[in-house]
Nanobody, 123 residues
């Protein structure tokens, strides 16, 4: 399974950004998919996870209500919609996949990772 993130960049606080995670080597429907982020000097932080076929979706409390996730099976791509950007959202965002289809909040349970995409927030 290969994962490629895109969509990061510089955005103003209060604005929106949509990150993409394109999946190859597996059908999107078979995977549990997650987003994590890592700010400079900090550990990798759980953002959201979505079990296969969208049975179960979980968000971190810090992003609940502002972030949403969606999947486009035709494009084999998962999206993370970030609304009302806050300075604390600035980080490298990674997508991760579980080929058993489960949703986990622990980074060490994921074997497949993308290379990350940088989100920078200006005030």
């Amino acid at each position: 399974v290969q994962l490629v993130e895109s969509g990061g960049g510089l955005a103003q606080a209060g604005k929106s950004l949509r990150l993409s995670c394109r999946v190859s080597g597996s059908s999107l429907d078979d995977l549990g998919l997650a987003w994590f982020r890592q700010a400079p000097g900090k550990g990798r932080e759980f953002v959201s996870c979505d079990s296969k076929r969208n049975v179960n979706t979980v968000f971190a409390a810090s992003v609940q209500g502002r972030f949403t996730v969606s999947r486009d099976n035709g494009k084999n791509t998962m999206y993370l919609q970030i609304n009302r950007l806050e300075p604390e959202d600035a980080a490298v965002y990674y997508c991760a996949a579980d080929d058993l289809g489960f949703c986990h909040a622990e980074a060490n349970t994921y074997f497949y990772w993308g290379q990350g995409t940088q989100v920078t927030v200006s005030s």
